[in-house]
C-alpha cells in the first residue's frame, strides 16, 4: 500500500509571512497539530503546537545568563501578545520531513515513529504539497479496514444510546414539535405528561421549559443514564419539573398512584414495543386521568417505507470525534403478508479521506402498525374520538391530515 493510497488530498497550509496568531487558529479550529508553510505550493517549512508552546520557554543561553528569571512562569504567559505577532518564518521547522505519494505506507510510519512526528507533507519531484498523510490515516488503514465486520449484539436501545444525539438534529425537530405538543395540552388543560420511551429525554426537558410536569419512562439504562446526565445539568426549578425512571413500564406505573393528563410516545417508541405494546399500553391507561386524558403517538408510516421508499426509512450524517464524519443508515428487512412484527436496521458508516467503512450495525424488531390497528386498539381502550395527522421528519405534527403515499409520520391524538 502506497501514501497516495490514504492520504488526504484537502490539505490546509500557510505562508511564511502568515502571522502566528492566524496559524494559531487554523491549527484549533482544524483540530490538527501542525502545517506546513508554503511559498506558492511549494513546501519550505513545517510549523506545530510544540513549535508554537516552545516559544513561551527561554532558550538554553537565556537560562545560563539569568537562571532566575527564566523560572518566571508568569513573565511567559505575558509574551503570549507578542509571540502571536510573529510570522510562520519565524518559528518554522525549515527541513521539514516529507514524503512522495508512492512512498510505502509503511515506510511512511517508520519515519513518523522515528522522528515522533504525527503528520507529513506529501510533495511531488519538484516538492510542491499535493497531500497530507497523518498517524490515524495510516492506522484505519492498516489496522482499521481489517477488522472483522461488527454485528452488535447489544441490546440495540442501549448500543443506540452512545449515537443518539448525533443522528438527530434535536433542535430542528423540537422547533416544529414541541409548540404543537404545548398548544395541544394548554388546550386540553393537560399539566402532567407521561413519556414512555423517552430515550435521552430531549422532549422532557423542552416541556419543562415550557412549564409542564413531565415523567418519563425508559426500558434502556443506558439511555436513561444520558437523560440523567443532561437534566442534573439542568437549574433546580427544571429538575424539579422531571422525572426520570428506569425498568419495566408496566411495574413501574403498576406501583405509582399518580394520574397525568396526557401521555406521549414519541419517535416511535409505541411501535419499539413491539411484543409488548398492549400490555404496557393498558398500564399507561390506568395512569391516565379517568374522565379528562388524551394519548399521543408518533409512528413510522410503514405504508410508504415499504411501497415508496423500498424499505428505506432514514439516512443522518454527523461530526466524528476520530473521522471526518459518521452515517446512521436506516432500513427494514423484507415484509411478508401479514407480518406483526417488522424488523428495523440500524448502520454506522465512518468516513475516512473520502472511504466509507461499516463501523457497526444492530437490529430491533418493531410493530407494524397502520392507522387501522391504532384505531382498534385505542378505541378498545375506551378512546372515542380518534385524529391521525401527517409530517415529515422534523416536521409539525399537528397541522395537516395523514396522507399514506406521503407522509414520514403518522402522529396520532386520541382522547377519551
Known sequence: MKVSDVMSKTVEYVRADTSIKDVSHLIFVAG??????????????????????????????????????????????????????????????????????????????????????????????????????????????????????????????????????????WKKRLDQEIPDLAALFKKEKSKKILDIGFGTAEHDIALAHKGFQTTGIESSALMHKVAKEKVEKLPISLQKRIKLFCGDYTEILKNSEEKYQAAIFLGNAFAHLAQDYENVLAAVIKSLDPKNAIIIMQVSNFYKIYNINKRFWLLSFAKSDFCQETAFFRFYDPQENNQKILTQNTVLLDNSNNKWRCRSVNRTPIANLSKEKITEILKKYGFKKISFYGGETFGPLFKKPFNITEDDWLNIVGKR
Request: hydrophobic share 40%; with cysteine.
Open 32 to 169: 490538527i497539530n501542525g502545517v506546513p508553510v508554503c511559498k506558492n505550493k511549494k513546501v519550505i517549512g513545517f510549523i506545530t503546537e510544540k513549535d508554537i508552546l516552545a516559544k513561551f520557554l527561554p532558550t538554553l543561553q537565556e537560562h545560563i545568563e539569568d537562571p532566575i528569571g527564566t523560572r518566571d512562569f508568569q513573565e511567559m504567559e505575558k509574551k503570549v501578545t507578542e509571540i502571536l505577532t510573529l510570522k510562520a518564518k519565524d518559528i518554522m521547522s525549515k527541513k521539514p520531513t516529507t514524503v512522495r505519494e508512492d512512498t510505502p505506507l509503511l515506510r511512511a510510519q517508520s519515519l513518523m515513529f522515528a522522528k515522533e512526528i504525527g503528520r507529513l507533507p506529501v510533495v511531488d519531484k519538484k516538492n510542491n504539497l499535493i497531500g497530507m498523510l497523518s498517524k490515524g490515516d495510516i492506522f484505519r488503514s492498516v489496522v482499521g479496514d481489517k477488522l472483522p465486520f461488527s454485528f452488535s449484539e447489544e441490546e440495540y436501545h442501549d448500543w443506540i444510546s452512545k449515537y443518539f444525539d448525533k443522528m438527530i438534529d
